[in-house]
């Protein structure tokens, strides 16, 4: 609900996006749920979230599960909630693997968490479980050993398969920016192991994006008409890309 008065708040404080919010806020903040912005004199980044998950990336699992699950944390005397250490590090995973890991600094909190904090790692295998994300999770975490050493358990150790060695391998030779890209991602795709999020993954390539709002002077109405300019707008980023 505070969405747009943070996005103000930020304007105020010299803070910029890369997206044009004067045109389409509401249907940039139901299409994507994590919104960056860049203090260039400072190179601060802030990144907001109006949701913990995007419609574009179809995780079924409801917000409240992590807002039940919260910790009180010390940061210069003020207490602040976050989400449990097991919480937090599944959500974690979830997160930089939608964007995968496009940030090194998304893998390295991974690292840091797991080196420093208290993990009951069979509460965390059942919370994936649970959520069907073993495949996101268990890549981002042998993501980590590869690239940091992280030292896992052993109980996380036995769940290695081949696959995750593949997947990992896509994601080292990933060369595209999915902070600020639209482009569906065949390795995503690997990702999800249900097929009902496969198949409702597939529709990314229908669904209008945050790009396809901004690519008109104006908002319209009719969701219809960004439905009928993607496949142009599509073309003429790749297009774009291949000049």
Known sequence: KDFESVVNLLDNLDYTSKLNYEISMKKIKDSICDHL???????????????LFSINFPINIPSRIFF?????VSINNINIKTFSNEYLLFYLCL???KHLFSRLSWLLDIHKIISSLNINWEKFIKILEEHNTKSL???SLFLSEKIFETKLPELIKIKHQNKYRILIKYILNNNEDFEVTDKFSFVHLLLF????????YTF????????DYQSLDKEYK????YYLIRPINILSRLFKKLK
């Not at 912005?37 to 949701?51: P, R």
Request: aromatic letters at 16%; a positive charge; glycine letters at 2%.
């Open 204 to 211: 990314y390539i229908f669904r209008p994006s945050f790009l």
């Open 137 to 139: 999770v268990y890549t």
């Open 193 to 200: 192991d249900s097929f009902k999020e496969k198949f409702l």
């Open 95 to 97: 997160h930089g693997c």
């Open 37 to 51: 912005f860049i203090k260039k004199k400072s190179s601060i980044n802030i990144e907001i979230h109006n949701n």
């Open 222 to 225: 009719s969701e219809l008409v």
């Open 68 to 72: 039940d699950n919260q910790q009180n």
